[in-house]
């Protein structure tokens, strides 16, 4: 019989049919602390599909890490699973420790704008390092980020790379998981100078990848995550790693792809939401009022086109100043063909 191989992936070694729990590598504070990226892995006992879970790039961006212990622990069978995933429930574990964006010291990076990493770079690199390692190793991606008051459960986003047969993966990827799919056409890498973001990245290196960011920041609630949960599941359904057939998911579906506009303050002050995230909304349609702090209205934001409320994502703060991220709108796409 032509036998599965025990897999081993940073300091977990997996069995056939087995579950495994570890860590990726670690990087070392100054009083030699040592902070592990965890790595959790279901190894099926028929060959196939490599699947990555990815959470907490971000980190207040923690409903994936239930999402994942709930797919790892109590949805897959490994007895049953056909291929194999491997999840990084805390891919960035200085800043979930903070409840941070980016890496709260050192060299203050965004883990999502650090791959592919550097074994030698600093300590973000290094962890964007270990984590390609795994990507690498991966056939599909689901990268779960979190963002605050989305549509329905959120909503996923595609980054094309322009080579057709990855992008229409992802696509199928994106309509399986079921929720609102978000186009960016990203053909190249180079961004403004910034490094590209993971999921770009690994497009580009052929590996179909989804962001999806699901509603909720430093927070989650149980429905957020069976629509986690779910589209997990479909997609692992659509690319024949478990039996059944995809789910509809709960909640406000925008019908069509979006293709997304960010909206800034450009004065300070207290923010009014104007519409609700799901709202449909025509170009021109008043989005938000910024008053200032003396009650005086001083920025009236509107949508430059119709289509949907995507998110209202201010981070921390319904206070804003000059410069911060007000609203996402999504203009629909017609005639989207892929
Ligand atoms: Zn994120």
């Not at 032509?2 to 590598?25: H, M, T, Y």
């Not at 291929?83 to 805390?90: E, N, R, T």
């Not at 800043?95 to 060299?107: E, G, I, L, M, R």
Request: hydrophobic fraction near 40%.
């Amino acid at each position: 019989m032509n036998k599965i191989r025990a897999l081993k992936i940073g300091d977990v070694s997996v069995a056939a049919g087995e579950r495994g729990f570890g860590s990726l590598g670690y990087v070392e504070l100054a009083d030699g602390t040592q902070v592990r990226i965890p790595l959790m892995i279901v190894r099926g006992l028929k060959r196939g599909p490599s699947l990555l879970l990815l959470s907490t790039i971000h980190g207040p961006e923690i409903l994936g890490i239930e999402v994942i212990r709930r797919i790892i622990r109590e949805e897959v069978n490994p007895k049953r699973l056909v291929g194999s995933i491997l999840a990084i429930p805390v891919a960035n574990p200085l800043a979930f420790q903070n409840a941070s964006y980016v890496t709260p010291y050192f060299d203050y990076f965004d883990l999502n704008r650090s791959f592919p990493g550097d074994s030698q770079g600093t300590i973000t690199v290094r962890m964007a390092d270990m984590i390609w390692s795994a990507v690498s190793k991966s056939d599909y991606i689901i990268d779960i980020h979190g963002v605050p008051n989305a549509m329905g459960h959120g909503y996923t986003v595609v980054r094309l790379s322009g080579k057709d047969s990855v992008d229409k993966n992802a696509i199928d990827m994106a309509r399986a998981y079921g929720l609102s799919i978000v186009i960016s056409e990203q053909r190249r890498i180079e961004e403004k100078g910034r490094l590209p973001g993971l999921q770009a990245l690994a497009m580009h290196n052929g590996i179909p990848c989804i962001l999806v960011e699901t509603s909720g920041w430093r927070v989650w609630s149980r429905t957020a995550a069976d629509s986690g949960v779910r589209g997990v599941l479909n997609v692992m359904k659509t690319l024949g790693m478990i039996p059944g057939s995809v789910e509809k998911q709960e909640g406000f579906v925008c019908p069509k792809p979006l293709k997304t506009h960010m909206l800034f303050a450009n004065k300070g002050g207290i923010l009014h939401l104007m519409k609700s995230p799901g709202e449909q909304i025509a170009a021109g349609d008043t989005v938000a009022r910024i008053l200032n702090i003396y009650g005086d209205e001083v920025e009236t934001i509107k949508s430059p086109k119709a289509g949907y409320v995507c998110a209202y994502p201010f981070m921390e703060n319904q206070a804003v100043a000059a410069g911060e991220y007000v609203a996402l709108i999504g203009e629909i796409i017609e005639n989207y063909k892929i």
